[in-house]
């Protein structure tokens, strides 16, 4: 807090009559206090109005990135699954994900680790390997480690597997790679959904977390406008179906640079991270089907086969 010049000291603390003793001590105090409450809106204003700003620049950020990766974690009863997912928005639409099982059973004395990768394509080829098998019985896939398989997906299935795969980038903050002036329309409707509550934000070890409370209704309406824009299929998501409905989020910004490292809403947590990375992994040559595959490797597991 600013100290009071010396002669202003002096004399307030030299006054000997007590009625001037005591207007002028009232009158310290007030000017203290009037000092410290400016001080520390002037303070607390700034720092809610850069968290504010830290919000809508990260929207921003994930409306127009190339490429992001997004980490879901789940689990109970000594099982935990990670999923890592990297989305491809722009040129050929592609996942690429790597999927951790593992299971832990002390009192069974048993212990699985299963890994495996994945390659989602938007025209409907997916490729799938596993990549890591550990199991305390012993086991293990042999030759069947690293290799790709493939799933073509049915034409008259295609525009399903399509609607799945859109749903898989919805969010409370959406994903894509928009223009300008369809980034700018998806914001405008995103300013009327989203409550941010700045005054509430918590901020350590680089991150700010910051609460917002989400309006459905023009949420929807925004999330309608980036999917067609991005050319994906109609998810059937009315808005008008969501009358007057809220749902709360926590939303981590990174401070640095002001980008989204995680977002948790109701019982799902993803994490956020690598924005913009534009090399893509090559596509897999396989004659093996994912059907062939899933075969080979119950034959190898089954007891008979150990």
Known sequence: MKKLPKRI???LTSISLKKWSIGFTSLAVLVLLGLGSFW??????????????????????????QSVVKTSRSGASGQQDINMQRIYLSGERLIHVDYLTEVNNP????NLTISTEAQQYYDGSNYIRYTDYES???????????QWA?????????????????????????IANLNSSVRAEVLSKLKEAYTVQANNALTQDGVV?????????P??????????ASGYPDLGLDPASAGEGTLSASVEIRTKDSVITKVAYGTIVEEYSNYGVVVRPEEPTT???YQELQQAVQQRLSPESN
Not at 209 to 217: F, G, N
Request: charged content about 20%; overall charge negative.
């Open 9 to 11: 000291y002096k004399k």
């Open 136 to 146: 305390s019985e012993g086991t293990s896939l042999g030759e069947y480690i690293d």
């Open 107 to 110: 009192a069974q004395s048993f």
């Open 209 to 217: 977390q910051i609460p917002v409370i989400i309006s459905l209704r």
């Open 150 to 174: 493939v799933q073509e997906t049915p034409s008259e299935n295609l525009e399903n597997y399509q609607q799945q795969y859109a749903s898989g980038l919805v969010s409370v903050i959406p």
């Open 40 to 65: 520390y809106v002037t303070d607390y204003n700034e720092a809610e109005k850069l968290n504010e700003r830290r919000f809508w620049s990260a929207v921003e950020t994930s409306l127009r990135t």
């Open 219 to 228: 949420y929807l309406e925004a999330l309608n406008i980036a999917l067609t």
């Open 287 to 289: 004659d093996v089907t």
